[in-house]
């Protein structure tokens, strides 16, 4: 069975930094790409960053760009989201999400999200 | 890149079909078969029911259907259920390397 838990958040300064994890098992984690997408409360999906699945290639949105660094440790089966310069604009629910195959772009099992709530 | 446009509101009766459109431009639904949707129920993680424009997981209920012309895709839900009741939202690959979400759809079954 595919299970993906995410920790990390919480509530940070505007300013500060959060590092999120996601510990996945139940499949070949090296063998995927993985993703973040994040939820503003009322609000919809928004896209954050991807990874391939041996690290080597990876993928941000232009909102987080500079600031966040998607990374992952396939002897550890988890992913990261180091996110630092936190805006308000950056609370939200942030998914882990598994990738389709090679694919990034599209996401076959999500976990349950992490609360990210940057406020002074 | 701007967010793929869906109608905020569809609704129909239990058993009849509804469409969800979902346009975007060349650069991201018209110009690649990347096109997912996504099922979100109040408080739950997003499930996925269509990738790849039109392929449905394993084990997913063929009601499910997805298709595209041009920058819109579509997902169609035939026979509709209650438990079906739930917010949509289709993404697509970009030519940025990024990926687009839109902006959700809540669809009510009367």
């Known amino acids: 069975e595919v299970q993906v838990l995410e920790s990390g958040g919480g509530l940070v300064q505007p300013g500060g930094s959060l590092r999120l994890s996601c510990a996945v098992s139940g499949f070949s984690f090296s063998s995927h790409a993985m993703g973040w997408v994040r939820q503003a409360p009322g609000k919809g999906l928004e896209w954050v960053s991807a990874?391939?699945?041996?690290?080597?290639?990876?993928y941000h949105a232009d909102s987080v760009k500079g600031r966040f660094t998607i990374s992952r440790d396939n002897s550890k089966n988890t992913l990261y989201l180091q996110m630092n310069s936190l805006r308000a604009e950056d609370t939200a629910v942030y998914y882990c999400?598994?990738?389709?195959?090679?694919?990034?772009?599209?996401?076959?099992?999500w976990g349950q999200g992490t609360l990210v709530t940057v406020s002074s | 890149q701007s967010a793929l446009t869906q109608p905020a509101s569809v609704s129909g009766s239990p058993g009849q079909s509804i469409t969800i459109s979902c346009t975007g431009t060349s650069s991201d639904v018209g110009g690649y078969n990347y096109v997912s949707w996504y099922q979100q129920h109040p408080g739950k993680a997003p499930k996925l029911i269509i990738y790849?424009?039109?392929d449905r997981p394993s084990g997913l209920s063929n009601r499910f259907s997805g298709s595209k012309s041009g920058n819109t895709a579509s997902l169609t839900i035939s026979g509709l259920q209650a438990e079906d009741e739930a917010d949509y939202y289709c993404?697509?690959?970009?030519?940025?390397?990024?990926?687009?979400f839109g902006g959700g759809t809540k669809l009510t079954v009367l």
């Open positions: 993404s697509s690959y970009t030519s940025s390397s990024t990926v687009v």
């Open positions: 999400a598994k990738g389709i195959g090679g694919g990034w772009s599209k996401h076959d099992y």
């Open positions: 990874i391939s699945g041996s690290g080597s290639s990876t």
């Open positions: 790849d424009v039109s």
